[in-house]
């Protein structure tokens, strides 16, 4: 069953000249690690304020076609409404952040959504044990570097623990090793919870092993649409200038040059490592 | 070119944030900053235009300390790019953004906008000339602040963070516009976390952890050195990752490229059809 279904949503910012979002039609299933991908400028931000209602009740602006987000039309019913359901995480945390102390932060959805005090005490502190930002619970989090804000940010959502976490390029500030631990976090919650994902990024390299569903944008369009190994091995994936993971560029190489590799198609480092190995094995 | 020499720098709530660094950057030098986050990145490069002073210790740019001088004196020569552009960007249109500083620098009106029809179309932002910087989105916006700065071709530049929101082809012009400005002996300094980035423009990787430097070396040899980017907590760019896993069969592990890594696995297989 999908959860999130946009059919025909066209998008048109007040004041700009041309529709953001053009005509998407798209299906997330229950459950599905979704990764958005596209050109900056493409619509992909745009998409996600959609998800949860920001667009049109914040944004207002000129919307066409529909969109259904667990059961509801996101038009008839207010983003404080759909939070229940869906959880954001800004591309810029300074622009979610606003408390005085980080566990205010990550409580205030709880509060609103009238959690139990106790309750609501175990699952902040969960939240931040899981973001890595538990020791740092009492500092205000305009103190704290981008990097850290992003991981109030990311914790302030996960302890609403929503059907659906969208997440907007949410570990562009921080280093790659706890960019790496936040998004295997995402990743379990995932499988273990089926909370559904949907992520917009464009380091590949780092993400594309985690999806089970790409949506490429382009200018405003969803132009593909399908499961990651697919879509990020064809020529258009590669023309649109997605950041295709050098795993599936590698493969295509040594595809060209004759070589007998296997058919499935490699997107992580493990992946091609493997499909490397059963051939180098295979001449020992 | 840059000297730091023996720098420490707390902060005013008493965070240490610079432990005794010390770093020549001659001119010409393409420089990446990595490191675990609060390592002291961003810190240590605002000392590069004097927008930080040192708690103790001294640093020179072209051979001026830059406590003897003002921000907007070194600002001529050292152009600095922010991580968050919003922190930068104020101006109504892009146009009017990218013109400020010329304007300010004391440009001529014919220069300035020859410089900003230029600088426009070097970061694909022409379209956007007479648009408001907050009506784009998040990846154009940090292009209008590389614009900015860009647009008066400072001698040393400094760009925190410059791919993030960035899509290949972004990230494909700014790797070509870097290796310009080497030819032409500046200075380039980028922080970043974007290690497939840095293992495409190969430049000298300096790795940061708790306000020292702790590795300072040639990228191929820094990005494949497992324990050391464990220690600033970088994950090695996945070219690296795939010949780690591959040792064992007498391949080499310190390969970045992925042009080198086709070169390497055609070369084994033609060897292995004589």
Sequence with gaps: MAIIETKKLTYTYPGAMKPSIRDVSVKIEKGEFTLITGPSGCGKTTLCRCFNGLIPHFYQGEIKGEITVAGFKVAEHATSELAKYVGLVFQNPENQLFALSVEKDVAFGLENLGVPREKMRERVDWALKLAGMYDLRERPPHELSGGQQQRVAIASVLAMQPEVIVLDEPTSFLDPLTAKNIFEVIYELNKKLGITVALVEHRLDLTAKYADHIIIMEEGKAVLDGEPHEILASEEARLIGVGVPKATQLYHMLKKDGVNLSNMIPLSSDEIATVLRKVLGAND | ?274
């Design chain 2, 1 to 274: 070119m840059i000297e730091i020499k023996n720098v420490f720098f707390t902060y005013p709530s008493g965070v240490e944030a610079l432990n005794d660094v010390s770093l020549v950057v001659p001119d010409g030098d393409f420089i990446a900053i990595m490191g675990q986050n609060g390592a002291g990145k961003t810190t240590l490069v605002k000392h590069f235009n004097g927008l930080l002073k040192p708690t103790a210790g001294k640093v020179f740019v072209d051979g001026t300390e830059t406590t003897k001088v003002s921000v907007a004196t070194i600002a001529r020569n050292v152009g600095f790019v922010f991580q968050n552009p919003d922190h930068q960007l104020f101006s109504e249109t892009v146009e009017e953004e990218i013109a400020f500083a010329l304007r300010n620098f004391g440009f001529k009106e014919s220069v300035i906008k020859k410089r900003v029809t230029w600088a426009l179309n070097l970061l694909g932002l022409t379209q956007y000339r007479k648009t408001s910087p907050f009506m784009l989105s998040g990846g154009e916006r940090k292009r209008v602040a590389l614009a900015s700065v860009l647009a008066w071709n400072p001698k040393i530049l400094i760009l925190d963070e410059p791919t993030i929101g960035q899509d290949y082809q972004q990230k494909e012009k700014l790797r070509q516009f870097i290796l310009q400005m080497k030819t032409q002996r500046k200075t380039v300094i980028i922080v970043t976390h974007d290690v497939e980035f840095v293992a495409e423009c190969n430049p000298r990787v300096l790795l940061m952890r708790e306000g020292k430097i702790i590795a300072n070396g040639e990228a191929k040899a820094i990005l494949t050195n497992l324990e050391i980017l464990t220690e600033a907590f970088i994950v090695p760019p996945q070219i690296s990752q795939i010949f780690m896993k591959l040792t064992d069969l007498g391949f080499s592990k310190d390969i970045i490229d992925i042009y080198e890594a086709h070169k390497i696995l055609s070369d084994f297989w033609e060897k292995e059809k004589l």
